[in-house]
């Protein structure tokens, strides 16, 4: 663990970018856990006499068309955004991670299966992927979950199977199966935790991804239902008001939101440094 | 090189089945019922009933199946429930739109990202490799949607140096005589130089907002890959014959360095499609994308699943014609298929 | 008269940066090749040889920098030469071949136009007349069918086959001064005959001096005239091969020489060398870089290491040689 660790901080001060997007992160995480104690107005409350009021002390970010403070829905829509990306990646690394990890372990009829499975989603452009199930499913956020999982699949089964398919013989795997552990047992108990360091690296990397996907989703209308407060949605709500110079409707859940993909960007460049410096680039 | 072509048209193959089986399931396995979605939100219950007849939803799936590839076969999407017009030439009408905003994005996005990406391996350390590194992670972090609906503040409200973000043509402009459907190419053959610098002067802000989206892999790859030529035996070997710096970077660097970046032209093309969708809803740009989401508001669900299949068709016509230019390339690849 | 050499190195220094610190990968090295001269130079891996090779034709990586010394070539110094000067004569006046010929060839152009590529760079023939000439040096090379094989690309051609196209690459323009690199290491040993006397046999013709690099003495004193022993950046032996196979003075020229299996010695009598390289990032680096791995220690070894003349042409840096 020693050695990780000062291979880390030597990635930090290398890399002090990696440093900001991690303070970003905290702040995001706190937003997340405490958006809707720490905000000052209520996300939902409209106020008819505060229409479309520019940034003030009052209102530093403004307020949109129902008079509605946009700091707070910001802050607010921070767990909802965060948590829509969160348990897709989460979803995705379950689906993809075993059935990558049990394809590149067994070979044969399980990794034609696996494989064909991945490809075919790989055959269309994620996103259209992801509008169709969403229609398909019903314009609900866990489709919006579903879909997202569903389009990552293919990354982390691959990564998955190279991974297990280099160990499948190596000596510790062999050693497993030669004190008596069935099949599942060395696949779940050795070869999965074996992998679970590049699976992170790839979570992260996926992260920002997902948080993109999952906006540009509510952005067309699609998920998330108004008036709950979510980033890409708040952003087609300025939409509207952009040609007429009401920047600040869009510009600060836009700014926001970039700034959220960006950390986790960062974050999973940074971590995949620390991990795996081969990849490095 | 036919060889190559048949082999990979094989390989095609699957996918297209893939697609089309993926596509079926979307609408017949799902909970629900699809007569109803077909329908449309406001249909009586009779309504249902008949488009269930209609489409054959009564069937066994097997059956329905079947009906469904001998759709297909016939050029057959369905109909649009809000404009009764057929799903197949609504999107062969709409193409154009899209496929000229999505090349000029790309021709864009390609055009900055590989000088970027060779200046910044040619030159690593200095301010153009930072400002290659920069690019590519601030790039991938902005959300397309995001970076169009800004450039329209600045440069349509702020600046007024562009038009309204409405549409491919300003209203007082007609539209060239319909050639090949891309406004640009069809008012140069015409000869029609006011509807060209109008046309060009809408596609502006839409493709750029797309390019900055897809340009960042580009120009990660075109550094990684020139990199790792650059200190690769054969161009040690070509400065050890004395090759001018030109020819080394450009004959013996750049043409290896391409393969992996020819490969991200996959990924980009993904990311080009999905981003069409957002540019086209953010720019009003009358293209396949935005008719894909107009449908969607209303649940008229023919013209999605339409659209999810044009475009899963042409992504992987996209990508067999990424792997016909990587042999035409690498000769490794040319010749040993 | 005294004869001016083709290549005299003297007191080449280089040094490279790293994340770890700086490494003196040569330390005040100099040696001769005259004209026509076959020289090799000797050392197990990371002795310097090849960083030599390198700093004369100013192809060292980024990292690398010649930090003294002069390497003069025809009345100049290659070292303080600009690099588009450089890159005029390297190609033309002095050519490198490498190991591992096929990763040394770009593998997406047609090894005919590689050849051509380096004609038509240093005015040896005209675009038009560039395939016929490169044809005309594949036939200098004997490779069989040369029309066919111009038209290859590297992964259709052999190693052995991919070595010779490097060697007309080399010699196309008929330099004065060929560096060789490992030329023969992965290649089965009857190739390495074979392309050891096509190296020998052109520069015979045209009069050309060869730096021959190599770990393996045997090969060296086979094709050589002189051998030039290094170790650890420094040059420890230079002798005429037949002196150094008699008489070698270095501990070090010894230990290779008993290293290395030949007609006589059996298998038995092989040693090996005690001990590895010095760390080279080391600021405390003893004079002698050997001084760690010498049975003849002693406390004279620790002095700036000094350079007896104990032959005709046969210097040893050492205070206490055999």
């Avoid at chain 1, 965060?82 to 009829?109: E, M, Q, T």
């Avoid at chain 3, 086959?161 to 023969?184: G, N, S």
């Amino acid at each position: 663990m020693m050695p990780l660790l000062r291979h880390a901080r030597y990635v930090l001060s290398e890399n002090p970018v990696t440093g900001l997007a991690f303070g970003l992160f905290t702040l995001f995480l706190i937003a997340a856990i405490f958006g809707p104690l720490i905000a000052p107005y209520n996300p939902l409350q409209s106020d008819a006499v505060n229409t479309l009021k520019p940034p003030t002390w009052a209102h530093p970010f403004g307020t949109d068309q129902l008079g509605r403070d946009i700091f707070s829905r910001v802050l607010v829509a921070a767990r909802l955004d965060l948590s829509i990306a969160f348990a897709s990646v989460i979803l995705a690394f379950l689906l993809g991670a075993l059935s990558g990890v049990a394809a590149g372990y067994f070979g044969g009829w399980t990794d034609r299966i696996v494989g064909r499975l991945a490809d075919t989603i790989m055959a269309f452009p994620l996103f259209v992927l992801a509008m169709g199930i969403v229609a398909a499913l019903g314009n609900k956020v866990i489709n919006i979950v579903i879909a997202t999982a569903i389009i990552n699949f293919p990354l982390y089964v691959r990564v998955a199977r190279a991974e297990a398919n280099v160990r499948r013989d190596a000596g510790f795997v062999e050693a497993a199966r030669l004190s008596g552990n069935g099949e599942a047992r060395v696949l779940l108990g050795h070869v999965l935790p074996n992998i679970m360091p590049i699976m992170m690296v790839q979570m992260s990397l996926t992260m920002g991804y997902a948080i993109l996907n999952a906006a540009g989703l509510s952005f067309i209308g699609l998920g998330v239902r108004p008036p709950d407060a979510e980033w890409g949605i708040m952003v087609a709500d300025g939409a509207n008001f952009i040609q007429s110079g009401e920047w600040w409707v869009a510009f600060f859940p836009g700014v926001t939101l970039m700034l959220a993909v960006f950390c986790f960007n960062l974050l999973g460049d940074g971590l995949r440094d620390i991990i795996d410096p081969r990849q490095r680039t | 090189m036919l060889k190559l072509l048949l082999s990979r048209l094989a390989t095609a193959i699957p996918s297209i089945a893939g697609v089309i089986v993926v596509t079926f399931m979307l609408t017949r396995l799902l909970p629900g019922d699809p007569a109803a979605y077909f329908a449309g939100l406001a249909a009586s219950p009779q309504a249902i009933a008949e488009v269930r007849t209609k489409l054959g939803l009564d069937k066994s799936l097997p059956e329905q199946f079947v009906g469904y590839i001998v759709d297909l076969a016939h050029g057959n999407l369905g109909n649009s429930l809000s404009t009764g017009q057929p799903v197949v030439a609504e999107i062969v009408n709409r193409l154009p739109a899209s496929a000229e905003l999505t090349l000029v994005a790309l021709f864009l996005a390609v055009g900055i990202a590989i000088p970027l990406g060779v200046l910044a391996a040619v030159k690593q350390g200095t301010w153009i490799d930072h400002l290659c590194r920069i690019v590519t992670t601030a790039g991938v972090s902005l959300p397309v949607f995001f970076t169009g609906l800004l450039m329209a503040y600045v440069f349509y409200y702020l600046l007024q140096i562009a038009p309204a973000p409405t549409g491919r043509l300003d209203a007082f402009l007609s539209a060239p005589t319909d050639i090949t459907g891309f406004y640009l190419i069809d008012s140069i053959l015409t000869g029609n130089l006011e509807t060209f610098r109008g046309a060009l002067s809408q596609l502006a802000l839409p493709a750029i907002s797309m390019a900055i989206f897809s340009l960042a892999p580009l120009a990660r790859m075109t550094r990684g890959s020139m990199l790792s030529v650059l200190n690769s035996d054969f161009v040690r070997t070509a400065r050890a014959s004395g090759l001018a710096p030109r020819t080394v970077v450009f004959t013996y660097a750049f043409r290896n360095a391409v393969l992996p970046v020819i490969t991200t032209l996959g990924m980009v093309f993904s990311f080009l499609l999905g981003a069409n969708v957002l540019v086209e809803t953010v720019f009003a740009w009358p293209g396949i994308g935005l008719y894909a989401v107009n449908a969607l508001l209303t649940s008229d669900y023919a013209p999605v699943q339409g659209f999810v299949l044009a475009m899963a068709v042409l992504y992987i016509a996209l990508n067999l014609l990424i792997d016909l230019l990587y042999g035409l390339v690498d000769p490794r690849v040319r010749l040993d298929s | 008269m005294v004869a001016i050499p083709a290549l005299a190195v003297e007191d080449l220094s280089v040094e490279f940066r790293t994340r770890s610190g700086v490494v003196k990968v040569l330390d005040h090295v100099g040696f001769t090749v005259e004209k026509g001269e076959t020289v090799a130079l000797v050392g197990e891996s990371g002795s310097g040889k090849s960083v030599t090779a390198f700093a004369v034709m100013g192809i060292l990586d980024a990292a690398g920098k010649v930090t003294s010394g002069r390497a003069m070539f025809g009345g100049s110094d290659l070292l303080a030469q600009s690099e588009r000067d450089l890159a005029e004569l390297r190609g033309r006046e002095l050519s490198m071949i490498f190991q591992n010929p096929r990763t040394a060839l770009n593998p997406i152009r047609r090894v005919g136009q590689q050849i051509a590529d380096v004609l038509v760079r240093h005015g040896g023939a005209t675009r038009p007349d560039a395939p016929r000439e490169a044809i005309k040096m594949l036939k200098k090379v004997r490779i069989p069918d040369p029309e066919r094989r111009a038209e290859a690309y590297p992964f259709e051609l052999s190693g052995g086959m991919c070595q010779r196209i490097m060697i007309a690459i080399a010699l196309a323009c008929r330099p004065a001064l060929l560096i060789a690199d490992e030329p023969t290491t992965g290649l089965d040993v009857t190739t390495q005959a074979v392309i050891m006397d096509l190296i020998g046999e052109l520069g015979r013709d045209s009069g050309m001096a060869t730096i021959f690099i190599t770990h393996d003495l045997g090969l060296a004193a086979e094709y050589c005239d002189r051998i030039v022993v290094m170790h650890a950046g420094h040059i420890v032996e230079s002798a005429p091969s037949r002196a150094l196979f008699a008489n070698a003075r270095h501990p070090y020229s010894a230990k290779l020489l008993a290293a290395t299996p030949g007609e006589t010695a059996s298998l038995a009598s092989l040693v090996s060398i005690p001990g590895g390289l010095p760390d080279l990032r080391r600021a405390d680096l003893p004079a002698c870089r050997y001084s760690g791995r010498c049975e003849r220690l002693t406390d004279a070894c620790a002095q700036p290491l000094p350079h007896k003349t104990v032959g005709e042409r046969h210097d040893v840096a050492c205070w206490n040689p055999l």
